[in-house]
Nanobody, 129 residues
Framework: QVQLVESGGGAVQAGGSLRLSCAAS????????MGWFRQTPGKEREFVAA????????HYADSVKGRFTISRDNAKNTVYLQMNSLKPEDTTVYYC??????????????????????WGQGTQVTVSS
């Protein structure tokens, strides 16, 4: 099994920045592509960003492209989401996810929750106007 623990969420004013981290533990050798999703209660889960095991392939939702950057440090079994120019509509719970697949053929594959095998517990991000 793989455990994912997110950190770095919090409250920030519009235009501000936050960096989310997600640390994997357990059978980390099975972790390939990692991604970030977000979900507001009562709404569907939304893909945010994903990164292949090597870090050579990334993909972003149009709503965050140019503002968010995903990266990973395999030596630390950690994936990051740098969020800049935050907007009130970015307010929600952010979830880290990991897949056993080394890479996905973005965007056809890799943007749906069912394609990921492990999930974190979520971290709240609140952006005030």
């Amino acid at each position: 099994q793989v455990q994912l623990v997110e950190s770095g969420g919090g409250a920030v004013q519009a235009g501000g920045s936050l960096r989310l981290s997600c640390a994997a533990s357990g059978r980390t050798f099975s972790v390939g592509t990692m991604g970030w999703f977000r979900q507001t209660p009562g709404k569907e889960r939304e893909f945010v960003a994903a990164i292949s095991w090597s870090g050579g392939s990334t993909h972003y939702a149009d709503s965050v492209k140019g503002r968010f950057t995903i990266s990973r440090d395999n030596a630390k079994n950690t994936v990051y989401l740098q969020m800049n120019s935050l907007k009130p509509e970015d307010t929600t719970v952010y979830y880290c996810a990991a897949s056993r697949s080394v890479s996905f053929s973005f965007p056809k594959i890799g943007t749906m929750g069912y394609e990921y095998d492990y999930w974190g517990q979520g971290t709240q991000v609140t952006v005030s106007s």
